[in-house]
């Protein structure tokens, strides 16, 4: 019993260990040259611009149904001239950067693993390596860079949408006048929440391709040797798992540092 | 094959163990210059993993591999990687890249290492492609090509180097024998117009008789015997004649013991 749980630990050590090793590995190919420019472009695209439409809904519904929620409870209190500054500091601060990091873990976190995965399974990975071609340069790094840099730009996009999504709840639904609703905004949003904001959606980014890509990457050496195409099914939805909860400890972190 | 050619690959007392499990166990082998070796034994024999660690995707527990001179297990990643530019490998299915064309993937090893311009590696892509039968196929993807096309275009990626030493695992392995045999003279013209060493993986018996100039026979980890086609077929070991035979090991089963293990 004892020594199955030594085991345990140390494999958890193990894994840690090799995760950490792993992400080092992929950022420092991510800022030391040969940069490569078309992977690069070709995941920005993929994680990115791919993930406009589905983020842009999202961002314009979240937003009404925050505006929605708020007005409610701000009608109460006689409050409705805050709407703007409760919707704004929402978003801006919390929803923008969580919602936006849960759905681009399930549109794109889950499709990075699942690929990597495949690649390691039908040893595309080991072919890269036989062809002195660095895996971590040629297929870690373009994603660590493009997930860095669609992560903060997908989430200033849904937190935009979502400021006029509750606009319109607010402004042209309940009649809130858009003086009150844009100048309390305003004048309650600080640098600082924009820039709690933008550090968040960076750190999501990170975590998401992380996860997503070390999972991938390591599939042969998951627990049980489950390779095989219930091995990348297993490792893709431990991903989503592991990379949702991961975003919402950091979430909680990143908050409790920076207010 | 005598000791005054040049040896291209040479290893030593190799020994290679998953957990507890010896996968290796004391191999030692020699290929030498335009010399090609295959290795034969049935799955569970060692073959895969005797081809990781020749390739350095695999760390011996004890012993050595010299490639090309370089002993592998002392080299750093930089120059494992300088050594794999002169080293071609053909995997069982290709492992092409499923987001590249075939004309892409072929391509791929001249983009990465060498400074030709784009002109350059279209025409020597195109010749590497025109060798394997493969010219008016490059910009199909990979998954509309049939098994041996993908074998041949993962052929043509490795040899666009020009490498010294050719890795192919399992070339006949899922083909229909004319597709084979198509393929087991493409891997004889390539070391002949190419002057190439070739390690071949496979246990199809024909395929191998046809090519090898030496065979080694590996058997739970162990290696039997190597030797030239004639050796292995003069071999007096049951478990080379087994193989040359198509036999299934000799295993004697106790039915009710293994019935009794059943139930109880």
């Known amino acids: 019993m004892l020594s199955k749980f030594i085991n345990h630990l140390i494999d958890i050590t193990l894994r840690i260990g090799r995760s950490g090793v792993f992400l080092v590995n992929g950022l420092w190919k991510v800022v030391t040259p040969p940069y490569k420019l078309f992977p690069i472009l070709k995941q920005l695209h993929f994680i990115g611009a791919r993930s406009l439409l589905v983020i842009t809904i999202s961002g314009i519904f979240v937003g009404m149904v925050v505006a929605l929620q708020f007005y409610d409870t701000l009608l109460r209190f006689g409050s409705v001239a805050l709407l703007g500054s409760a919707v704004g500091l929402s978003l801006i601060r919390e929803l923008g950067p969580v919602l936006t990091a849960l759905i681009i873990i399930g549109r794109a976190g889950s499709a990075i693993c699942a690929e990597i995965g495949i690649m390691r399974n039908e040893q595309q990975i080991d072919a890269l390596e036989c062809m002195a071609i660095d895996p971590f340069r040629y297929l870690i790094a373009p994603r660590l860079l493009a997930g860095l840099i669609s992560m903060p730009l997908l989430t200033t996009i849904f937190t935009t949408v979502g400021i006029f999504g509750g606009y319109f709840v607010g402004v042209i639904l309940f009649e809130v006048s858009p003086g009150s609703y844009l100048g309390g905004m305003y004048d309650s949003v600080l640098w600082r929440d924009i820039v709690m904001g933008g550090v968040k959606s960076f750190v999501f980014g990170l975590i998401m391709i992380w996860v997503a890509t070390s999972k991938g990457f390591y599939l042969h050496l998951s627990s049980g040797g489950n390779h095989g195409s219930e091995g990348v099914s297993k490792a893709t939805t431990d991903a989503v798992v592991l990379a949702s909860i991961s975003v919402l400890f950091a979430d909680y972190i990143l908050s409790a540092i920076i207010l | ?264």
């Open chain 2, 1 to 264: 094959m005598t000791d005054n050619q040049k040896k291209i690959v040479q290893i030593d007392n190799l020994c290679t163990r998953y957990g507890e499990v010896i996968a290796l166990d004391n191999i030692n082998l020699n290929v030498y210059e335009r010399e090609i070796l295959v290795i034969m034994g049935h799955s569970g024999s060692g073959k895969s993993t005797l081809f990781r660690n020749i390739l350095g995707l695999m760390m011996p527990c004890s012993g050595s591999v010299h490639i090309l001179g370089r002993e592998l297990t002392k080299l750093n990643k930089h120059d494992l990687y300088e050594l794999r530019k002169n080293i071609g490998v053909a995997f069982q299915q290709g492992a092409l890249f499923s987001s590249l064309s075939v004309r892409e993937n072929v391509e791929l090893p001249l983009r990465e290492h060498t400074a030709l311009d784009d002109n350059t590696i279209q025409i020597m892509t195109r010749m590497k492609l025109a060798q394997m039968n493969l010219a008016e196929y490059e910009d199909l993807m990979p998954a509309q090509l049939s098994g041996g096309m993908l074998k041949r275009a993962g052929l043509a990626r490795a040899v666009i180097m020009d490498p010294k030493l050719l890795f192919f695992d399992e070339p006949s392995a899922g083909l229909d024998p004319v597709t084979s045999a198509e393929l087991d003279n493409l891997i004889l013209q390539l070391r002949d117009a190419m002057n190439m060493t070739i390690i071949i993986i496979t246990h199809e018996l024909e395929s191998a008789f046809h090519v090898a100039d030496r065979i080694t026979v590996l058997d739970k980890g162990k290696q039997i015997i190597t030797g030239t086609r004639e050796e292995i077929k003069a071999c007096q070991d049951s478990r080379v004649s087994n193989m040359l035979n198509r036999l299934a090991a000799d295993k004697s089963v106790d039915g009710d013991a293994y019935l009794h293990q059943l139930t109880k």
